[in-house]
């Protein structure tokens, strides 16, 4: 059973047992419903409320980034050397987030097992 040259394979759906191990009570859980990982900063794993891009070109939460920048002149994601803490809202970000809350209501703060 395997797949044609150049098929790409589908991404599997989840199944979520309610029940007593017997999958009599059973919910589909497709990727729609989970939480996308570039909604949460890479430092805190927290939802982003104020994303930014930093000089190192990855988004984070504007006050993890600052807090980061304080201690270290490094980039949490690369490593590399940032020259000077200039942030840049990531205004598509924040509205895509703002936008996904709205249609999946508000989400735990900590995005940790989700």
Not at 25 to 32: A, V
Not at 37 to 57: H, K, L, N, S, Y
Not at 91 to 98: C, E, T, V
Request: proline fraction near 8%; glycine fraction near 8%; charged fraction near 30%.
């Amino acid at each position: 059973e395997g797949r044609e040259w150049g098929e790409r394979p589908s991404a599997p759906t989840l199944v979520e047992d309610w029940g007593g191990g017997d999958g009599s009570r059973s919910q589909r859980i497709g990727r729609k419903d989970s939480v996308p990982p570039i909604f949460v900063c890479p430092i805190t794993q927290e939802f982003m409320r104020d994303p930014c891009i930093a000089e190192d070109g990855y988004t984070y939460e504007r006050e993890a980034i600052e807090r980061w920048a304080a201690k270290s002149d490094r980039s949490p994601m690369s490593n590399q050397k940032m020259k000077t803490l200039r942030v840049i809202p990531n205004h598509a970000l924040r509205s895509a987030i703002r936008e996904w809350q709205t249609n999946h209501g508000p989400q735990e703060e900590t995005a940790q097992g989700t």
